[in-house]
């Protein structure tokens, strides 16, 4: 029986990781974002058949407990009734479903990356009869960051994560009113 010699033992090793993280990052993409794509998908599906080009909604953010009472025609804000979000944007229907598809496809990460953070993942609940987007709860997913090769890096390193926090936020429209 040959005997390995630890710098042959260190790379069977970290290949071995490698090879782990790999698979375990395929996986995510393809069965723990399924549910979440499939009902993204069919929620833009119902909005886009609806063809509501023009209508008022009213936001909620619970991180800046504020609100926002917009009218929007062709993806376009064209009058804000309300706004005590004084740093939020007013949004449409389009940047609510860009937020979610950002968050379902695992781009954004927590602040101090998602090797120490994990991805930023998102709650959404979608409107029955119109399939936008009535709430997104966005927070921070830290079982998953051993999906990432840096965590493994820092496990094996022995290195820290630095501490910047996370607030998660809410959005929830309150009222929303197709116009003509």
Known sequence: MAVMNKPELRWALIITILLTSGIAIFTNYTLFSNTSIKQLTAAKKKWEAQNVTHYRLTLNYSQHDCQQEVEIKEHKVIAVKQNTCSIIPPQTVAELFAQIESAVNGKECGPNG????????????????????????????????????????????????????FVGRKITVSGFTPLQ
């Open 114 to 165: 998602c090797a120490c953070d994990g991805p930023v993942g998102i709650d959404a609940i979608y409107d029955a009869k119109y399939g936008y987007p009535n709430q997104l709860e966005f927070r921070l997913k830290p079982q998953q960051r051993w999906l990432y090769f840096g965590y493994w890096r820092s496990q094996i390193l022995g290195e820290y994560c630095t501490l910047i926090g």
